[in-house]
C-alpha cells in the first residue's frame, strides 16, 4: 500500500528554533530518508516554501477567485510530504513515529492512497 | 520551478453525487492530465483515500501518540496533490484554473517547492519515482 | 542521437528561448487573442521544438517555426476540448486563418508590431500602475513572478494575484491588442515611459530596504527603453534612455566601499563610466533633433550637463538653470521647483536658493518628500544656523524610509552636532 506522510508544524515555532537544533532535526531527517529509502519503502519527499507563498484558487457558482495563502489557516501548517510504500498502515505509523520533527513540535498525518494501477 | 496543488473538496459533495456525475468528472480530470502532460507540466498526480481513512501522529509526554482522522477538521478535505512543473506562480495559477477540479470539486492550493532541501536528494527521488512507473 | 548533439541542441532552444520568446509570445497573443492561452501555446511549441528538432533538425526560420507550431497546438486543444461537439466559431475562425495564408511569411507580418501591441496592453491606462509594472516585468521583461516579487519585496502570492486580476481585467474590459493611434499615441507613450521610469527609479534608488539600487530593476528598464528605442524612435523615448543611462553612469561612484552614499559634488568622476556617458550623449542629441522637447529629454540634458563636467567646480549652473527654466514650463511641478533652487544656490549662493526654497514652505508634496528638508538643512548649514539646519535633518529623517539614506541623514546632523551646538530635541 501507498501511503502519503503529510508534515504539519507550527512555520513561527519552527522558524523560533536556533539553528544549531533546526541543523540537527534536518540532518537526523535525512538519515530517517535514508533508512526507509533504503528498505525500499521510499517513493517521494518534496518540501514545500512556506506558507506566505501560497495562492488559493476557488470557484463558488462558477466564478474563480483568487487568494493569497494556504486553503485552511490551521495551528500548524503544511510544510511538506512523504510518499511511501510498505505493508499496512501499522508500518506505515512505524515509520511514521521516526520521523524527527514530532519531537520539536511537528504533527504527522498519515493517509492511504487512492491505487493508481 | 515546481509546485504542489492541493486539491479539496467536500466529502459529502462526493457521496452525494450519483455514480454517472462520478464518472464524468475523473473523465474530465483525467483528460486534464493529458492536457498538462502535452505541455510537459505534469510530473505526478496521487488521489488520497477519505479522510476517515487518516490518522495523524503528535508527540506527547516524550512518545508519539496517534490519533483518529485527520490533522485539520476543514469542511473540505484535501482529496489530491498535483506536482506541476511551471515557468513561475502564474503560470501555475494559469494551469490550475483550467483544471476541471476547480470548478467540480473544491479549491485548490498551489504552493512552490523548497528545490533547495534536501540539496538534490528530492529530485533526483522524485525522477526515479516517475520512471519506475 | 549521440549526447554531445543533444546537449547543443538544448542550447541552441534555450537560446533562442532567450532571444526570441517574447516576439514569439507577443505575436501568439495577437493570434489567438488570449495572454494565457498564448503563454501556454509557446510553452508547448518549445517542448515539441525539442522533440522535433532533434530529428529534422533546427528549420531555417525557427521563430516561425514556433509561433506557427503554437498556433496549430492552440488549435489541436480546442479540437481536444469540444471533442465531438460542433466547431466553435473560434475553432473555425483559428482554422480559417491557418489554412489562408502560409504562416511561416505571414505570420511575421508585423511582428514588431505585436512587441509594441504588447507593451502598450501591459501599460494600458485601464490599469493600475503597479498592474503596469508587473505585467511588463513579467510579459515583456520575461521575469518570473518570484523574481519582481523579490525586487519589489512582496510577497509572491500578492503579485501572482495582481497579474491574473490584470489580465482578467485586460481580457473583461476588452483592452485592445493594438498601438495606438497617432492621435492617442502621445498620451499611451507617456503612460508607457512612466513605467519604465517607475521601474528604473525603483532599481536606481529603491525606495525602501538596506541596499540603495537594486540593478536588475534598473538594468531591466534600460532594456525596455533600448527596446521601445528601436521600435519606435520617439524623441520622448530616446530622452528617457539617455536620462537612464546618464544616471546608471555614475552608478558605482554613488555609493562608497562600505555601501554609504556619496553626494553629487563628492563622486569620483573617474569613476563615471565613460562608454555609457558616450552613448547616452548620442541619444541626446538625436532626441534634441526632433520635433519636440520633452520633459524626459530636458532632465537627460540637465544631468548630462553634469555627465560631461570633469569636476563639480566646474559645473555650469547656469545651463542647468536655464535647462531647470524650461522643464518647469513643461512640467510645473514642487519637486522641478526644489531641485532648480538647488542650483540657484550652487549658482548665487546659499541665501538665495534658501529663499527659493521658503516660498516652497507651503507645498503639501514637499512638506513630507525628505529630500526639501535635507536641501533647506545643508543650505542652514551653511548660512551658520546649526539650530535651523538641525531642525531640518530631523524633518529629512522623519520621512525618510531608504536605510542608506537615513544613514547619510545621520551622519550629516552628526556632524553639524560635531561642529559644536546642541542640537534641537526632535519635537
Known amino acids: 500500500m501507498r501511503y502519503m506522510l503529510m508534515c504539519c508544524m507550527n512555520e513561527a515555532h519552527w ?101 493508481s494501477a | 520551478m515546481k509546485y504542489l496543488c492541493f486539491g479539496h473538496m467536500a466529502e459529502t459533495r462526493w457521496t452525494e453525487m450519483s455514480a454517472a456525475e462520478r464518472q464524468t468528472m475523473m473523465a474530465a480530470c483525467h483528460a486534464y492530465d493529458e492536457e498538462l502532460k502535452h505541455g510537459g507540466h505534469f510530473l505526478r498526480g496521487e488521489a488520497l483515500q477519505p479522510a476517515d481513512s487518516a490518522v495523524t501522529v503528535r508527540w506527547h509526554n516524550g512518545e508519539a501518540v496517534v490519533t483518529d482522522g485527520p490533522y485539520a ?32 470539486c473544491g479549491p485548490f492550493e498551489i504552493r512552490p517547492l523548497d528545490e533547495a532541501f534536501p540539496e538534490g536528494f528530492c529530485d533526483s527521488m522524485a525522477d526515479t519515482a516517475i520512471t519506475n512507473q | 542521437m549521440n549526447p554531445r548533439t543533444a546537449a547543443g541542441l538544448s542550447a541552441r532552444i534555450d537560446a533562442i528561448y532567450r532571444t526570441e520568446s517574447r516576439r514569439i509570445l507577443a505575436t501568439l497573443i495577437r493570434l489567438l487573442g488570449d495572454f494565457d492561452q498564448a503563454e501556454e501555446a509557446m510553452h508547448e ?80 491606462p485601464a490599469l493600475s500602475t503597479d498592474a503596469q509594472v508587473a505585467l511588463t516585468l513579467r510579459e515583456i521583461c520575461d521575469l518570473t513572478t518570484e523574481e519582481i516579487a523579490r525586487s519589489y519585496l512582496a510577497a509572491p502570492s500578492t503579485l501572482a494575484q495582481r497579474i491574473v486580476r490584470a489580465k482578467a481585467k485586460i481580457k473583461r474590459a476588452r483592452i485592445p ?26 532599481g536606481y534608488a529603491a525606495s525602501s530596504g538596506d541596499t540603495l539600487t537594486r540593478q536588475d530593476l534598473s538594468g531591466e528598464a534600460i532594456r525596455l527603453g533600448r527596446l521601445l528605442a528601436e521600435l519606435l524612435p ?55 533633433a526632433g520635433q519636440r522637447i520633452g520633459a524626459y529629454t530636458l532632465q537627460a540634458a540637465i544631468i548630462g550637463v553634469h555627465a560631461n563636467t570633469a569636476t563639480a567646480a566646474d559645473t555650469d549652473w547656469n545651463q542647468i538653470i536655464a535647462l531647470y527654466d524650461l522643464l518647469l514650463r513643461l512640467q510645473p ?12 544656490s550652487m549658482r548665487d549662493g546659499p541665501q538665495a536658493g534658501l529663499a527659493l526654497l521658503d516660498a516652497l514652505a507651503t507645498d503639501e508634496a514637499l512638506a513630507t518628500f525628505h529630500p526639501y528638508h535635507a536641501a533647506r538643512a545643508e543650505l542652514l548649514r551653511q548660512l551658520g544656523d546649526p539650530a535651523a539646519a538641525d531642525h531640518a535633518y530631523v524633518q529629512a529623517l522623519h520621512y525618510v524610509s531608504q536605510t542608506v539614506e537615513r544613514r547619510f541623514l545621520e551622519k550629516r546632523r552628526e556632524s553639524l552636532q560635531l561642529a559644536g551646538t546642541k542640537p534641537l530635541r526632535p519635537g
Open chain 1, 15 to 115: 522558524n523560533g528554533l536556533d539553528e544549531a537544533t533546526r541543523d540537527d532535526v534536518m540532518t537526523r531527517y535525512r538519515s530517517w530518508v535514508d533508512q526507509i529509502d533504503a528498505a525500499g519503502q521510499h517513493v517521494l519527499t518534496h518540501q514545500l516554501m512556506q506558507t506566505a507563498t501560497a495562492t488559493t484558487l476557488r470557484s463558488p457558482a462558477g466564478r474563480e477567485v483568487i487568494t493569497d495563502g494556504p486553503f485552511a489557516e490551521t495551528r500548524e501548517q503544511f510544510g511538506g510530504f512523504h510518499l511511501i510504500d510498505c505493508e499496512d498502515l501499522d508500518a506505515a505509523l512505524a515509520i511514521a513515529r521516526r520521523i524527527p520533527t514530532l519531537a520539536v513540535g511537528g504533527t504527522i498525518e498519515v493517509r492511504p492512497l487512492v491505487d
Open chain 3, 234 to 288: 520617439d524623441p520622448d523615448v530616446l530622452g528617457l534612455l539617455a536620462l537612464m543611462l546618464f544616471h546608471e553612469a555614475r552608478r558605482a561612484a554613488r555609493t562608497d566601499d562600505t555601501g554609504e552614499l556619496v553626494r553629487l559634488e563628492d563622486q569620483d568622476r573617474k569613476l563615471w563610466d565613460n562608454a555609457t556617458i558616450a552613448e547616452a550623449n548620442t541619444l541626446l542629441d538625436r532626441a534634441f
Open chain 2, 73 to 104: 477538521e476543514t469542511r473540505e478535505q484535501l482529496g489530491g496533490l498535483l506536482l506541476l512543473e511551471a515557468r513561475d506562480m502564474n503560470h501555475a495559477i494559469q494551469l490550475i484554473s483550467n483544471h476541471p477540479g476547480v470548478r467540480l
Open chain 3, 333 to 344: 511641478s514642487p519637486i522641478v521647483q526644489l531641485n532648480r533652487a538647488a542650483a540657484v
Open chain 3, 45 to 124: 511549441a518549445f517542448a515539441a521544438a525539442v522533440e522535433q528538432w532533434a530529428s529534422d533538425g533546427i528549420p531555417d526560420n525557427p521563430r516561425a517555426w514556433l509561433v506557427s507550431t503554437g498556433r496549430f497546438k492552440f488549435i489541436d486543444k480546442l479540437r481536444r476540448r469540444t471533442r465531438f461537439d460542433t466547431l466553435t466559431p473560434e475553432l473555425v475562425r483559428l482554422q480559417d486563418d491557418a489554412r489562408s495564408n502560409d504562416p511561416a511569411a505571414s505570420e511575421l507580418d508585423g511582428l514588431e508590431d505585436d512587441r509594441l501591441r504588447l507593451i502598450f496592453t501591459c501599460c494600458h
Open chain 3, 177 to 202: 491588442y493594438e498601438v495606438p493611434s497617432p492621435a492617442e499615441l502621445p498620451d499611451r507613450l507617456e503612460a508607457v515611459l512612466r513605467v519604465v521610469y517607475l521601474v528604473f527609479n525603483e
